[in-house]
């Protein structure tokens, strides 16, 4: 799916919980808490340097459960 194109000049407003989501179709990304902005840059600044401890948090958690989910059940 490539939603990043521009050819026709529109954007897409996304608003997700879902960070995996939000890495594969977001060229820009906004981190909010509790109504107001935290963070905001490129989807590489905010996935590979988030500089709000609320947004290193969120990403942490998102690991965590990716990890988990893919754990082998014993």
Known sequence: MK???NKR???LLLVAHD???VEQLCDEVV???DGRVVERGSR???FRSPRAEY???LLAAALKY???QTEPKT
């Open 66 to 68: 990716c990890q988990e």
């Open 31 to 33: 981190v909010m808490k």
């Open 19 to 21: 960070l995996a989501v």
């Open 9 to 11: 000049g529109m954007a």
């Open 3 to 5: 939603l990043r194109s």
């Open 44 to 46: 590489d600044e905010i």
């Open 55 to 57: 947004t290193r948090t």
